[in-house]
């Protein structure tokens, strides 16, 4: 897909493709070079989205019974799986990602969740009756109306449909609002619900600007917001939220810690943060970024880090060998630049990498780099970096492993290591967090995912992911022998 021979620049409103009357450059992160000119969607597109949300066939699909929803999701996870292949190279293209991994996230995951969302809510039933002190209460779910979605660039298919499934499932019409810099993939769901036969206005794609997503956020016709991204954006969204109150599910940054316990096998936990802390050049939010190792094994597990952090194939995301790729925008590449100079400033060591990797003079490449003898307090531990960095700070005990992963503003996510299963479990439920993995970390679709503190409010993935998309209405009445 190339500038020259497709025609990128569209929006999905009403069911239907129009051109985008303004535009925005996607750059291919390996090359730094145009990619494609994507759709920049405008205040007044936004209006037309939102008010085909609200047409008469967005309505009809609030009120389907839940198995019409269930078969027409099943077409549409069916669709989107014969796009998978395609659609993952097109993402590595625009943010960098090795494609073994967008096979996997951008190819394979976005039709597993609608077929998991669509099974789920046929079994179902949408009313539910309850005896009552006096009568019998009818509890019904409804869906909750129309959903601004705002997602980011890391992971653009897995974190756009964490917000689309449930919420289709649910009932409800979603304008999904996809970053610009990957605006290009996100016209996978497009295609895809045409071809399904998703009823037009159900779901619109609107790519934009942080106005055009603070303005979908605020607009009056919108009953529920749904936002991943920086923790930055998530407080101003939460704030206009609570001013007009209207729900919103918000999941947000981390910087997680890897307990590694003093009995954990330095090969096995090496080799489990390779996926657990680098994955995604380093751009996910979840990541193991902060290593808390033990003071008597501190050198041990720095230098077997700094080998895998240096072992680690760097390349063309396109290359199937590739294990880190460049990351999604010059801007970002030069911000952990800066947080790599600002730990060292702060007194940490620089193991392995810390610059630009040789070689790689075009694109948006950062060596994987290892911070040594990193304070807890120091920035570089404190603020989420989003780049391919990890620093390592020494603790002494159990309980001052716990205490240093819980000191951190965030909350989303970390991972504890240990060869006795039941140890690090006990850890794990003392650490303040969504999400622990006991020596590895990987979501489950069936469970739910989301912070505490400044990592977000509510919860994706699982049964619970569709609470957010239902009000339940209670009907108290009467039974005829009570009349």
Do not use: M
């Given at each position: 897909m190339t500038a020259s021979t497709v025609d990128t620049a569209r929006l999905f409103i009403g069911g239907s493709f129009r051109p985008a009357v303004q535009t925005s450059a996607v750059v291919e992160a390996a090359t730094g070079e145009l990619l494609a000119q994507g759709p920049r969607a405008t205040r007044a597109?936004?209006?037309?989205?939102?008010?085909?949300?609200?047409?008469?066939?967005?309505?009809?699909?609030?009120?389907?019974?839940?198995?019409?929803?269930?078969?027409?999701?099943?077409?549409?996870?069916?669709?989107?799986?014969?796009?998978?292949?395609?659609?993952?190279?097109?993402?590595?293209?625009?943010?960098g990602m090795p494609i073994t991994l967008s096979r996997q996230v951008n190819g394979v995951f976005p039709a597993a969740l609608i077929g998991y969302y669509a099974k789920l809510v046929g079994r179902l039933d949408t009313e539910e009756v309850r005896p009552a002190l006096v009568g019998e209460t009818v509890v019904r779910r409804e869906a909750v109306g129309v959903v601004a979605a705002i997602t980011p660039w890391n992971y653009p298919q897995a974190l756009a449909v964490m917000k689309i499934a449930p919420a289709l499932a649910a009932g409800c019409s979603v304008v999904l609002k996809p970053a610009l810099e990957t605006s290009l993939d996100a016209m996978a769901f497009a295609e895809a619900a045409v071809e399904a036969g998703l009823p037009a206005g159900v779901l619109a794609v609107v790519p934009g600007d942080a106005d055009v997503g603070a303005y979908l956020v605020g607009h009056p016709e919108v009953d529920k917001v749904s936002f991943t991204g920086s923790t930055a954006a998530g407080r101003a969204i939460g704030a206009e939220c609570g001013r007009l109150i209207r729900p919103v599910t918000l999941e947000l940054g981390g910087k997680s810690a890897a307990v590694v316990l003093d009995d954990a096998d330095v090969h096995t936990t090496v080799e489990g943060l390779r996926s657990a802390s680098f994955v995604n050049n380093?751009?996910?939010?979840?990541?193991?970024?902060?290593?808390?190792?033990?003071?008597?094994?501190?050198?041990?597990?720095?230098?077997?880090?700094?080998?895998?952090?240096?072992?680690?194939?760097?390349?063309?995301?396109?290359?199937?060998?590739?294990?880190?790729?460049?990351?999604?925008?010059?801007?970002?590449?030069?911000?952990?630049?800066?947080?790599?100079?600002?730990?060292?400033?702060?007194?940490?060591?620089?193991?392995?990498?810390?610059?630009?990797?040789?070689?790689?003079?075009?694109?948006?490449?950062?060596?994987?780099?290892?911070?040594a003898g990193v304070d807890n307090s120091s920035?570089?531990?404190?603020?989420?970096?989003?780049?391919?960095?990890?620093?390592?700070?020494?603790?002494?005990?159990?309980?001052?492993?716990?205490?240093?992963?819980?000191?951190?503003?965030?909350?989303?996510?970390?991972?504890?290591?240990?060869?006795?299963?039941?140890?690090?479990?006990?850890?794990?439920?003392?650490?303040?967090?969504?999400?622990?993995?006991?020596?590895?970390?990987?979501?489950?679709?069936?469970?739910?995912?989301?912070?505490?503190?400044?990592?977000?409010?509510?919860?994706?993935?699982?049964?619970?992911?569709?609470?957010?998309?239902?009000?339940?209405?209670?009907?108290?009445?009467?039974?005829?022998?009570?009349?």
């Open positions: 597109d936004v209006d037309d989205a939102v008010t085909a949300a609200r047409s008469a066939e967005a309505l009809a699909w609030r009120t389907a019974p839940p198995a019409e929803r269930q078969a027409v999701l099943t077409h549409f996870a069916a669709a989107l799986a014969s796009r998978g292949e395609d659609t993952a190279t097109l993402v590595s293209r625009e943010n380093g751009q996910t939010c979840h990541l193991s970024s902060r290593i808390l190792v033990p003071t008597a094994r501190y050198a041990e597990f720095v230098d077997a880090i700094a080998a895998l952090a240096a072992g680690l194939r760097i390349g063309d995301p396109l290359d199937e060998d590739t294990e880190i790729g460049p990351l999604a925008s010059e801007r970002q590449r030069d911000r952990v630049l800066d947080y790599i100079r600002v730990g060292r400033e702060s007194g940490a060591e620089v193991v392995v990498g810390g610059g630009v990797p040789a070689g790689r003079p075009r694109g948006w490449f950062v060596e994987p780099t290892v911070l920035r570089v531990a404190r603020e989420e970096i989003f780049g391919p960095v990890l620093t390592v700070t020494g603790y002494d005990d159990d309980a001052d492993a716990i205490r240093l992963a819980n000191d951190s503003e965030y909350g989303l996510a970390g991972t504890v290591w240990s060869q006795d299963v039941d140890r690090a479990t006990t850890v794990a439920r003392a650490i303040h967090t969504g999400t622990v993995g006991v020596n590895h970390y990987q979501l489950d679709i069936r469970s739910p995912f989301g912070g505490v503190k400044s990592s977000g409010i509510g919860r994706e993935l699982g049964p619970e992911g569709l609470n957010a998309y239902w009000s339940y209405k209670s009907i108290y009445r009467l039974t005829s022998e009570e009349e």
